[in-house]
C-alpha cells in the first residue's frame, strides 16, 4: 500500500462545531484518467466526457469512507487524496 501525505487543517475543538470532515480531491496534473476511481466509488466521482474525475466539493459521507479510501489506494497516477479539514474553514 502506498503512503499518501494528508492535510490536516483543523484540531479538536471540543464541541460539535468545527468537526473534521473529509473530502477527496484530485491533482488534475497527475491523473490520467484510468477512470478506477470512478468505477470503485460511482455513488461519489462521476467522469467527463474525456474520462477525468468529477469530485463534489462536499464531504465523503461516512458509509463511502471505506470505498473511497479503496479508491485513493488503487489510483495508478496517486492522483486521488483524502483531505481533512473542518466543516467551517475546511
Not at 460511482?42 to 479508491?71: K, M, N, Q, S, T
Request: net charge negative.
Amino acid at each position: 500500500m502506498f503512503w499518501r501525505p494528508q492535510t490536516v487543517a483543523a484540531s479538536y475543538s471540543g464541541s460539535g462545531v468545527g468537526t473534521v470532515s473529509e473530502r477527496l480531491r484530485v491533482n488534475p496534473i497527475a491523473c490520467t484518467a484510468h477512470g478506477m476511481c470512478a468505477e470503485l466509488l460511482p455513488e461519489f466521482i462521476a467522469l467527463d466526457p474525456w474520462g477525468y474525475p468529477i469530485v463534489p466539493d462536499e464531504p465523503v459521507p461516512d458509509d463511502l469512507r471505506g470505498l473511497a479510501a479503496r479508491a485513493v489506494a488503487v489510483c495508478p497516477a496517486l492522483a486521488l487524496m483524502i483531505t481533512k479539514g473542518t466543516a467551517e474553514g475546511r
